[in-house]
């Protein structure tokens, strides 16, 4: 039976966090469960830094943005030392299971753990690059979007002031989600993805059509793409002079910002689900959300399994976005 629930949040911080910490905490409280905030991730749990959270603590942190538990890297956390350092500081604090908020490598810490101890973890996955596999969406992917599209927009109007092509940096290690579905609600005119090779030959064929047309474009790069966001745009200056073109790297103003509704409601979602989880027994695995149910995924393939971006989306935001020669 479980008593104490301990929660922390790992890597990169995401909008909505915040709510499923609330959600988490409120729905343990309801069923009789104590709560303790793990602050600073791995990293907080071999400190032992452990605070209680009670349904006061969470109030009126649903609209904030990043983690009030805090986050932060912990390499010593990858060794089993170190793991046997935290799972002691959990047994004295009595915490019988874990939630954990965070992405892949936040998982690929709590699987090694719940391996190595049999402790009771369940994720919730929590990373603006939604690349998670499991669930259709992560905490934090809707926002950023939203973040992106507004400052787009704001971009798009002086590049059409000036006839400019602007390249415009997103957020994107190996994935190209944030940089497709932006694109797609921006009307960028191409989008480089890592999933795709060939992003410079595919960048000059573009503005070898655009060069017998004097309009403004958009194109939205993702940071991971192989050739690198500023080399593409230095070698297309020197290859296309007539074009004024320019940079904008939008960095992490894409994690920032009080959370949209759909996160707000995904992370409620999730949160109150993982605790339910947890009570009926359900141990090793991530809940996502899936056409429209709940699903829980074992850590083991959620960790294995790399969701990739669709390149028929991708082919259909281009159909839509790109100027044709009519134009």
């Known amino acids: 039976m479980i008593k104490k629930i301990g929660i922390l949040t790992s890597g990169g911080d995401a909008p909505g966090m915040n709510a499923a910490i609330r959600a988490v905490t409120r ?17 907080g749990l071999l400190n032992g830094e452990f605070n209680p959270l009670t349904g006061q603590s969470v109030r009126g942190i649903i609209q904030t943005g990043g983690t009030i538990l805090r986050s932060a890297r912990c390499p010593e956390f990858r060794n089993v030392e170190g793991r046997k350092k935290g799972i002691e500081n959990l047994k004295k604090e009595e915490i019988d299971a874990l939630v954990v908020i965070g992405g892949d490598g936040t998982f690929r810490g709590a699987n090694e753990l719940a391996k190595e101890y049999d402790i009771p973890i369940v994720g919730i996955p929590g990373t603006i690059d939604n690349d998670i596999y499991g669930t259709e969406y992560t905490i934090g992917y809707d926002t950023c979007l939203n973040t992106i599209v507004s400052a787009v927009d704001k971009i798009r109007d002086t590049g059409s002031s000036h006839n400019r092509i602007f390249f415009v940096e997103v957020m994107g290690h190996e994935s190209g989600f944030i940089a497709m579905n932006s694109g797609l609600a921006c009307g960028a005119d191409i989008i480089l993805i890592p999933e795709q090779k060939n992003q410079l030959e595919k960048t000059r064929h573009f503005l070898a059509e655009r060069a017998r047309q004097n309009k403004s474009s958009v194109i939205m790069v993702a940071e991971g793409v192989k050739e690198g966001t500023m080399a593409i745009a230095e070698k297309m200056k020197v290859e296309f002079s007539q074009f004024d073109i320019r940079v904008s790297v939008l960095g992490y103003i894409q994690r920032g910002g ?11 979602e999730l949160g ?23 699903r829980y995924e074992p850590f083991t393939t959620a960790i294995k399994l790399h969701k990739c971006a669709d390149a028929e989306f991708l082919r259909i935001a281009e159909s839509i976005g790109t100027y044709t020669p009519t134009d």
């Open 272 to 294: 109150v689900e993982a605790v339910h989880a947890l009570i009926t027994g359900e141990k090793g695995i991530m809940i996502g959300r899936l056409y429209g149910k709940m």
């Open 258 to 268: 009080s959370p949209s509704a759909r996160d707000r409601i995904l992370a409620s």
């Open 27 to 43: 729905t343990a409280i309801l069923n009789e469960i104590s709560v303790v905030g793990i602050m600073a991730g791995y990293q």
